[in-house]
């Protein structure tokens, strides 16, 4: 059974900085990539980023670049999204998703991610 747990959320100010973590398992891919996706209050869900097993590129969506980072620590089967200069329209429930790219390009479309974790609150205060 593939597993997807998310952890690091919470509450910060303005400015500030967070880190989440996704943890995977269960899934025997020979390439894969994990992408965190967020929905915000009234707003419909959006994507953020992604990094591929492959090779360890990465996507990023116009509204995090420069402020969001993603790395990866294979040997653990853990993303994390370093959370820079957070803003109050960051605040959101925050997803990791988990895509085979055995024999597919890397894509940060959320239709392309087959399983998804159960998500996690980031909050920015002003």
């Known amino acids: 059974e593939v597993q997807l747990v998310e952890s690091g959320g919470g509450l910060v100010q303005a400015g500030g900085s967070l880190r989440l973590s996704c943890t995977a398992s269960?899934?025997?891919?020979?390439?894969?990539?994990i992408a965190w996706f967020r929905q915000g209050p009234g707003k419909v869900r959006e994507e953020v980023s992604c990094?591929?097993?492959?090779?360890?590129?990465?996507l990023y969506a116009d509204s995090v670049k420069g402020r969001f980072t993603i790395s990866s620590d294979n040997a653990k089967n853990t993303v994390y999204l370093q959370m820079n200069s957070l803003k109050p329209d960051d605040t959101a429930v925050y997803y990791c998703?988990?895509?085979?790219?055995?024999?597919?390009?890397?894509?940060?479309?959320?239709?392309?991610?087959?399983?998804w974790g159960q998500g996690i609150q980031v909050t920015v205060s002003s």
């Open positions: 990094i591929s097993s492959r090779d360890g590129s990465t």
């Open positions: 998703a988990v895509q085979d790219i055995t024999n597919a390009a890397m894509t940060l479309s959320q239709y392309d991610y087959d399983y």
């Open positions: 269960g899934f025997t891919f020979d390439d894969y990539a």
